[in-house]
Nanobody
Framework: QVQLVQSGGGLVQAGGSLRLSCTVS????????MGWYRQTPGKQRELVAL???????TYADSVKDRFTISRDNAKNTVYLQMNDLKPEDTAVYYC?????????WGQGTQVTVSS
């Protein structure tokens, strides 16, 4: 069973920064794309950022130029560096890994940005 364990998050003032981490339990990590999603109450989970096995990245328009996704294959870990945070970034953030028909989620971490 693949496990995704998240760390980071918390409370920060607008304009501040946070970094999220997600460590995957198996060594096949480098073969797959990893994503960060976020969800607020009453809304669908939305993709924030994606990093492919090649290292290429995709971002939601709302976070471009503020968030950076990266990966360290030696540590089986994906990161989300969040800068210039805004109150609208407040959400529960989840890391995600899809392997064919299977998909795996981290446990979620709350990010709260105060104005």
């Amino acid at each position: 069973q693949v496990q995704l364990v998240q760390s980071g998050g918390g409370l920060v003032q607008a304009g501040g920064s946070l970094r999220l981490s997600c460590t995957v339990s198996d060594t096949a990590f480098s073969l797959y794309a990893m994503g960060w999603y976020r969800q607020t109450p009453g809304k669908q989970r939305e993709l924030v950022a994606l990093i492919r096995s090649s290292g290429s990245t995709t971002y939601a328009d709302s976070v471009k130029d503020r968030f950076t996704i990266s990966r360290d294959n030696a540590k089986n870990t994906v990161y989300l560096q969040m800068n210039d945070l805004k109150p609208e970034d407040t959400a529960v953030y989840y890391c995600h890994n899809r392997r064919g028909v299977f998909e795996y989620w981290g446990q979620g971490t709350q990010v709260t940005v105060s104005s």
